[in-house]
């Protein structure tokens, strides 16, 4: 699998909802901090991913491009990744492959987005997935897909929204100390199904907010890590994968394709049982059945056994498995890009035992982070362990 | 250059860092506020694009907006993997190769999933909710859905399962659109 790679050191900003910094500003400050929390310059990073999500949100065509000063990219081989909310995660697996490679030393993996500059609400910049000919002369919204496949996985396994809205009381509860969380609140069941209704069976509860925030991590190799850093967290694993944009001919109750993902990450990390390997995860949680679905997608438990882990406290912050220790993308925030890679960074203070007063109950070594993106199709995956 | 680099970083470390209590390391950006958009204190623009794009139909779907045209849905069939495929593609991303021909199927199906959606695209907020559903269209595969609106229907009698007809426009309206299907009803 090549050179071992190792994160040695990250940086994040606060998510808020609209931000008065630019998104050079905010990708410089997680650069900053990813540097100094290991004693880095830039002058000892050798290539530079940039990861950030569609341009139509900032109305700058080619924003990689316009973002690359921001991220430390001027005059060093740089390169944007992009597969919608996938990107965040997808991008440490670019990170890995130049230096897993031997081709470069260390990288600098940046993400970032400002999702605010979109006015009035940056959801209607998503009319522009569709298909252009045969679904957007519907004016559909992107709340629509979620809705649908929420719909078809409550009703294929008979769950009640109480089932789901478990999820969104744990994330949104455990963002409360996560210093950089947006949206952190003690919220009960009974709130999450008392709120507005934007598009059954998606309550307002049910979904992330709309943010602005970066977040930036620094890959390296073994013989650097060793050097900077005495508790480096190895990247074991990556893998990702795409399903078909025919969306509406795939079984909406299963991602397979955040399954094939998986088992490429977890084939490169060694990992056969899921279940007994992996001891904290941070699936992709843009609202909060999604979480249960990258669950059984990432095989952490069996199509439809999600919910009543979520039920019995096993997801819990102190529980068997901890499942989005963070907050996740429903508590501390959703700047697509940045949010996976919030997640990578959570399992980065996870497994080095720093995460603070988030530090999970149980004794971790390895954990596994994902996110999911484009029309519903891609699965992102990596596996972190030290 | 690996070396020298390495090197280097070394005579960087001083020793073992602090650990912050809580990384990251507090707050860092600041939220602009409704006041501020209110009062005008954010630079804002508005900007019509002056744009137009001319896509083309391309093979299948040229074929499929034609027979809607007629009041008919096309679906096309591959033979390797025995799909019958709506919305009609010219190739089966599945076998990657080229499809084995056309077949006419039913305007009637079932509703594999739906939403009730109380936003439009550039969510504003309105009060008879929109219906989206997948509807597996009869004649077509197991799980062969299109997205589509449902009409005609109280929203709480709405389920999985129903069995739906399309709503057509009236022959002389029909212009080779997705929207030639108005909606569809339960049967």
């Given at each position: 699998m090549g050179n071992r790679v190792a994160i040695v050191g990250v940086g994040m900003t606060k998510f808020v909802r609209?931000?008065?910094?630019?998104g050079k500003e905010l990708s410089w400050l997680a650069s900053k901090m990813a540097l100094d929390s290991c004693g880095m310059t830039m002058n000892q990073i050798d290539s530079v991913v940039m990861g950030t999500a569609p341009d139509t949100f900032d109305g700058v065509h080619m924003k990689g491009e316009y973002l690359s000063d921001g991220a430390g990219g001027f005059g060093k081989p740089y390169m944007r990744g992009f597969v919608g909310g996938g990107t965040g995660v997808f991008s440490v697996a670019q990170g890995w492959y130049h230096v897993a490679s031997g081709m470069f030393d260390t990288c600098l993996v940046v993400c970032e987005e400002k999702m605010s500059t979109f006015q009035p609400h940056a959801q209607a910049a998503f009319v522009t997935i569709f298909d252009h000919i045969i679904e957007r002369p519907l004016k559909p919204n992107l709340l629509w897909i979620f809705a649908l496949e929420m719909n078809r996985y409550m009703t294929t396994y008979g769950l009640r929204k109480e089932d789901i809205a478990r999820v969104a009381v744990k994330n949104k509860t455990n963002a409360l100390y996560h210093p950089c969380a947006q949206i952190a609140a003690p919220v009960t069941v009974e709130d999450v199904l008392n709120?507005?209704?934007?598009a059954w069976p998606v309550q307002r509860l049910d979904v992330s907010p709309v943010s602005d925030g970066a977040v930036a991590v620094i890959l390296a190799n073994e013989s650097v890590a060793r050097r900077v850093t005495d508790k480096p967290v190895w990247v074991e694993g990556c893998g990702w994968a795409l399903d078909t944009a025919y969306w509406t001919n795939r079984d909406l109750c299963y991602p397979r394709y955040v399954e094939e993902a998986a088992r490429m990450a977890y084939k490169m990390a060694g990992v056969t049982d899921p279940r007994h390997q992996i001891h904290v995860a941070e699936p992709y949680d843009p609202f909060d059945y999604k979480e249960l679905h990258h669950m059984e997608g990432l095989m952490l438990c069996g199509r439809g056994e999600a919910p009543q882990l979520t039920a019995d406290g096993v997801t819990a912050r102190d529980g068997e498995l901890p499942v989005c220790?963070?907050?996740g993308l429903l508590g501390v925030g959703n700047p697509i890009a940045a949010a996976g890679l919030m997640k990578i960074a959570e399992l980065f203070w996870q497994l080095r035992g720093e995460a603070g007063k988030r530090q999970i109950a149980r004794k971790a070594k390895r954990g596994v982070a994902q996110a999911w993106g484009d029309l519903m199709q891609v699965g992102t995956v990596v596996v972190l362990g030290v | 250059m690996a070396k020298s680099k390495v090197q280097s970083l070394k005579s960087k470390v001083h020793g073992p860092r602090p650990v912050p209590d809580a990384p990251p390391y507090g707050p860092i950006a600041t939220g602009l506020s409704d006041d501020d958009f209110k009062h005008g204190k954010v630079c804002t623009t508005r900007w019509t694009h002056d744009a137009k794009y001319a896509w083309d139909r391309g093979v299948a779907i040229g074929k499929y907006l034609a027979g809607l045209k007629r009041g008919k849905i096309l679906a096309v069939t591959c033979g390797s993997c025995n799909r019958t495929m709506?919305?009609?593609?010219?190739?089966?991303?599945?076998?990657f190769k080229p499809i084995d021909g056309w077949t006419e199927i039913k305007d009637t199906g079932v509703i594999n999933t739906f939403s009730l959606c109380y936003v439009t695209w550039d969510v504003k907020r309105i009060t008879e909710p929109l219906i989206p559903a997948v509807i597996e269209i009869d004649g077509a595969s197991k799980g062969m859905g299109i997205m589509h609106l449902l009409g005609e229907v109280d929203p709480k009698q709405v389920k999985r399962g129903m069995k739906v007809k399309a709503v057509w426009k009236p022959a002389e309206e029909r212009e080779g659109a997705i929207t030639d299907i108005l909606y569809w009803k339960p049967v």
């Open positions: 609209r931000a008065l910094e630019t709120s507005e209704v934007l220790p963070s907050g | 709506v919305p009609p593609r010219a190739f089966c991303e599945w076998c």
